[in-house]
């Protein structure tokens, strides 16, 4: 399993070291929630841990990039990495250039 090197980490998780352990293992943990920036596509998807963990994605055209405890978190926190984004005017159609790791 790939991670972002600067992982978005929402304000709700409380042991991110536990957390990362279970992703590196392959451990689906409940109401954990991943943001993936998908190679081929150029794009993000969000999907559960427990989704990531059982194969829907192939870990080498992908890496996560944020991680949140439930659906709704994850949303705020995919607006919060775009919100400064857009503040640090970056190039939203190129994340290689403004999230560190991806590449």
């Known amino acids: 399993m ?4 600067e992982l ?7 042991d991110l070291g536990t957390v990362i352990y279970a992703l590196k293992k392959t451990i689906p943990l409940p109401r ?3 943001i993936l920036f998908i190679f081929k596509k150029n794009r993000y998807e969000i999907i ?7 194969g829907r994605f192939p870990q080498t055209e992908s890496i ?4 949140a405890n439930g659906r ?13 984004a ?10 290689e250039t403004w999230i560190e790791g991806i590449k």
């Open 64 to 67: 996560v990039v944020g991680v």
């Open 86 to 95: 857009v503040k640090e005017q970056k190039d939203l159609a190129n994340p």
């Open 48 to 54: 559960s841990s427990w989704q990531l963990c059982k």
């Open 2 to 5: 790939r991670l972002a090197e």
């Open 32 to 34: 954990l929630y991943c």
């Open 8 to 14: 978005f980490v929402s304000e709700n998780i409380s």
């Open 72 to 84: 709704r978190e994850t949303y705020e926190l995919m607006a919060y990495i775009l919100e400064e």
